[in-house]
C-alpha cells in the first residue's frame, strides 16, 4: 500500500497546492489575473507561484475583468486550459457578458463543436468589512446559466479536491472562495486528488431534521447542531459542494428520512438558492415526508453595510439557525 | 505677483493659502487612518492618498461650488478639497451612525452629494461613466456645472473609461476626467499595463484633447484644470488630463510592496507637492515661514478633533440595517 501522508494546511494553501500540482503536471494551465505575480493576489493565494512557473504561467493583467474573462474563453477554445483570478467575486459583473453570453453558451450554440474548459476562481462573502461592493454573495446568478458549472467548497480538503475536478472539468466552472475560509485548517492529502462536482457531502448525520448549508454557513450549522444536540435535537447536515450540478438524491434522501428540511446561505435570500432547493424537494417524492414546512434562512434584502455590527446582522448566524431548527422540530 | 505665477486670475492669495492648509488636512487625515489601521481601530480596508494632494487641492480647488466632482476608492483627498466634513469623514471610517454614510459605507463609499461630491468607487473605473451621466443633467437642464471625474492609471484600462470618454466626446459633455498617475494599479506598474508612454494620450483616440501635468505642481495642474473646466464650461466638450504623482504608501493594508523598491519611494518623497507649494508660497511672499506653520499646526488640531469626534459617537443602531435600501 502506498503510503498518504496527511497534514492540516490552510484552505488557501489547499487552493494553491491544487493549482501548483495541477501545473506541474499540465502545461496548458496557466493563470491569469490581476496582481497575482509578486503581489501573490488580494488575498495572497498564488504567493510564491510566480517564482515556480514564471510570468507566462501566472501572468498579471491590467484591470480589466471583461477583457481577461473573453480571453480565458478565447485561449480556453483553442486548446489552453486558464484559471482565472477575479480578485473579488463582486467584479464578475464586469466580465459577466463574457461569462454569460460567451463562456456558458459557446459550446451549446456550436453544436456541441469546441469546448471551453476554464476556472474562474473568485473570493465571495462578507465578514471582512469590506462593505457593499467587496462582500457580496452573487452565486445563484451563475447557477441560473446554463453552461457553467458552480463550486462553494466550505473547507480546506473539498477546495483542493474539487479544484482539481474542476480544473479536469471540460466546461467554465465557477469557483467561489470565501474569505472567512481561507484562514481556516483541516487535514489534507499531500497528493492529488479529486472530488467529483455533484457530490455533496454528509457533514453530520442526524434524524430529526435536514440541513442544506454552503461556504462558511456549514461551520456556523455545525456550531449550532452541537447546541442542539445538548437539547436532545438531531440535526443531519449536508453541504452540496456544487450547486450546480446539485446532489439532489442526496437531500431528497435525506429529507425522506428527517422529514424537515431547512436551507441555509449567506446571500440574499430573496431569489437565492436556497429557493431552488426548496422547490426541487416540494417536487419530488421527498415532499410526502415533510412534517413541517420548509424554511430558508438567507441574508437580508440590503446591501452589505460597513460597521461590524450591522454586517454580522445582515447574514444568517449560530443563533438564527437554532431558532430556526427549534421553530421547525416544534411543529407537530 | 500672481501673475509671475501665472495663475489663473480668479485665485486669489485667501484661497491659495486656504489650498496649503487643505493640503495638510488630507496628508494628515491619511496618516491617521494609517495609524489607527495599524492599531485594529478602523476595520475593512481604506486606500491612502498621503503624496497625491496636490492632483486634488490643485484640481478641486479652481471649481465653483456648483460644480460635481466623482471621486475613486482614494477618495478622501478628493472628499476634503470638495469642502468635506472631517469630523464626519472620520466618523464614518470609525463606522458610527455621524458619518457621511451613517456607519455604512466606510472609506470606498464617502459621497457627499449636497456639496457635489457624487461619490467615492470601490469598483475601479466604476464612476467614470457616472460623471458623464451628471455632466449630461448639466447639459440638459442648462445648469452650468462641470463635473470632474477621477480615476487612477489602473482604472483606464477598463472598459468603462473607454465607453463613457468616448460618450462624453461625441455628446460634448461638461466633463473632465482627471487621471491620477501614481504610477501603479495596485501592484501593476503602468509600464508594464499599458505601451504608451502617457495615458492622456488616449485622448486623440476618442478626438478630445488630452494633457499630461506634473501631478505634484499645484501651479501646473491649477492652470490646467482651469483652463479645461472653463472650456467646458463654455460648451466645447472634455478633455483628458493625466496628473503623474505617487502614491507614499502601499495599495491598502495588504500590501508589502515588494512591486518597488525603496530608491524608487525616496526619489518621489522628494518631490513632494505640499512641500514644493509652501516653498513657492513662501518665496512669492504669499505666506510667511511663521504662517506657513500655523496653518500646518491648525490642519493637524482639526484631524485630531475629528478623531474625537469619531470616537465619541454612538454606533448605528440595528434598527438602521434595513433603512435606505429603497428611496
Ligand atoms: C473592477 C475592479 N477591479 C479590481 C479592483 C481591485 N482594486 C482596487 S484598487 C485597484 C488598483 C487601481 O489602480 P488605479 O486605478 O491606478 O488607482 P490607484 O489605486 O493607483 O489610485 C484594484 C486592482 C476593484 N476594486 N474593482
Redesign the pocket.
Known amino acids: 500500500m502506498t503510503e498518504i501522508k496527511i497534514r492540516e494546511i490552510t484552505y488557501l494553501e489547499a487552493v494553491r497546492e491544487a493549482m501548483s500540482q495541477e501545473m506541474r503536471q499540465n502545461e496548458d494551465v496557466f493563470i491569469l489575473g ?2 497575482i505575480g509578486v503581489y501573490g493576489g ?1 488575498f495572497g493565494v498564488t504567493r510564491g507561484m510566480i517564482e515556480e512557473f514564471g510570468p507566462e504561467r501566472v501572468r498579471n493583467t491590467p ?1 480589466s ?1 471583461a477583457a481577461i474573462a473573453g480571453g480565458a474563453v478565447g485561449a480556453a477554445l483553442t486548446g489552453m486550459r486558464p484559471i482565472l483570478e ?3 467575486s ?2 464578475i459583473t ?1 466580465a459577466m457578458d463574457q461569462l454569460v453570453n460567451q463562456a456558458a453558451k459557446t459550446r451549446y450554440m456550436f453544436g456541441g463543436k469546441g469546448k471551453v474548459p476554464m476556472v474562474v476562481r473568485t473570493p465571495a462573502g462578507s465578514g471582512t468589512g469590506a462593505a457593499a ?2 462582500s457580496q454573495s452573487l452565486e445563484a446568478w451563475m447557477a441560473h446559466i446554463p453552461g457553467l458549472k458552480v463550486v462553494q467548497p466550505s473547507n480546506a480538503y473539498d477546495a483542493k479536491g474539487l479544484l482539481k475536478a474542476a480544473m479536469d472539468d471540460d466546461n467554465p466552472v465557477i469557483f467561489y472562495e470565501h474569505k472567512l475560509l481561507y484562514r481556516t485548517q483541516c487535514n489534507v492529502p499531500e497528493e492529488q486528488y479529486s472530488i467529483p462536482l455533484g457530490k455533496a457531502d454528509i457533514k453530520r448525520e442526524g434524524k430529526d431534521v435536514t440541513i442544506v448549508a454552503t461556504a462558511i454557513m456549514v461551520h456556523k450549522t455545525l456550531e449550532a447542531a452541537t447546541e442542539l444536540e445538548k437539547e436532545g435535537i438531531d440535526v443531519e447536515i449536508i453541504d452540496p459542494r456544487t450547486i450546480v450540478p446539485l446532489d439532489e438524491e442526496a437531500i431528497i434522501e435525506s429529507v425522506k428520512k428527517t422529514g424537515r428540511l431547512i436551507v441555509v446561505h449567506e446571500a440574499v435570500k430573496r431569489g437565492g438558492f436556497g429557493g431552488e432547493i426548496a422547490s426541487m424537494i416540494a417536487e419530488s417524492e421527498a415532499f410526502d415526508y415533510l412534517d413541517s414546512p420548509i424554511k430558508r434562512l438567507g441574508g437580508l434584502a440590503v446591501p452589505i453595510p460597513y460597521n461590524p455590527t450591522l454586517e454580522k446582522a445582515v447574514v444568517p448566524q449560530v443563533p438564527d439557525i437554532i431558532e430556526a431548527v427549534k421553530e421547525t422540530v416544534r411543529f407537530k | 505677483m500672481l501673475s509671475t505665477m501665472k495663475l489663473p486670475s480668479h485665485i486669489t492669495e485667501k484661497k491659495l493659502k486656504s489650498l496649503y492648509k487643505e493640503m495638510w488636512l488630507i496628508r494628515y487625515f491619511d496618516e491617521k487612518v494609517d495609524q489607527f489601521f495599524a492599531k485594529g481601530m478602523i476595520h475593512g480596508t481604506t ?1 491612502l ?1 498621503v503624496g ?1 494632494e496636490a492632483s486634488a487641492s490643485g484640481s478641486i480647488g479652481v471649481l465653483q461650488a456648483k460644480d460635481k466632482i466623482i471621486s ?3 477618495g478622501h483627498g478628493h472628499c476634503i478639497a470638495k469642502e468635506g466634513d472631517v469630523n464626519k469623514m472620520m466618523a464614518e471610517l470609525f463606522g458610527r451612525v455621524t458619518g457621511y454614510c451613517k456607519g455604512k459605507g466606510g472609506s ?1 463609499h464617502i459621497a457627499d452629494v449636497e456639496k457635489g461630491n457624487l461619490g467615492a ?6 464612476g467614470i461613466p457616472l460623471a458623464v451621466g451628471a455632466a449630461l443633467t448639466s447639459k440638459m437642464k442648462n445648469q452650468g456645472y462641470v463635473v470632474l471625474c477621477f ?8 472598459g468603462s473609461f473607454h465607453e463613457a470618454l468616448n460618450l462624453a466626446a461625441i455628446w460634448d459633455l461638461p466633463v473632465v476626467f482627471i487621471c ?7 501592484s ?1 506598474p ?1 509600464k508594464e499595463m499599458t505601451r504608451i508612454e502617457n495615458i492622456a494620450e488616449r485622448a486623440s483616440a476618442y478626438g478630445i484633447p488630452g494633457k499630461v501635468v506634473d501631478g505634484n505642481d499645484m501651479i501646473e495642474i491649477m492652470n490646467t484644470v482651469h483652463e479645461a473646466v472653463e472650456k467646458a464650461r463654455e460648451g466645447n466638450g472634455p478633455a483628458l488630463i493625466e496628473m503623474k504623482t505617487y ?1 507614499w504608501k502601499g ?2 493594508k495588504s500590501d508589502a510592496k515588494k512591486y518597488r523598491t525603496r530608491e524608487e519611494e525616496t526619489e518621489w518623497r522628494k518631490k513632494d507637492g505640499i512641500k514644493r507649494f509652501k516653498d513657492l508660497l513662501i518665496e512669492e511672499k504669499i505666506l510667511s515661514e511663521e504662517e506657513a506653520n500655523k496653518l500646518q499646526e491648525e490642519a493637524k488640531k482639526e484631524i485630531e478633533e475629528a478623531v474625537k469626534f469619531a470616537e465619541n459617537s454612538p454606533e448605528p443602531p440595528l434598527e438602521s440595517l434595513l433603512e435606505d435600501v429603497y428611496a
Not at chain 2, 468607487?121 to 466604476?126: D, L
Not at chain 2, 491620477?180 to 495596485?186: A, D, F, K, L, S
Open positions: 490581476e496582481d488580494a484591470i475583468e477575479l480578485q473579488f463582486d467584479f464586469i461592493q467587496h | 486606500h492618498c497625491q475613486t476608492h482614494r470606498m468607487n470601490g469598483i475601479v473605473g466604476g480615476f487612477g492609471d489602473g482604472a483606464s484600462n477598463e491620477e498617475n501614481n504610477q501603479y494599479g495596485m501593476g503602468v502614491r495599495h491598502s
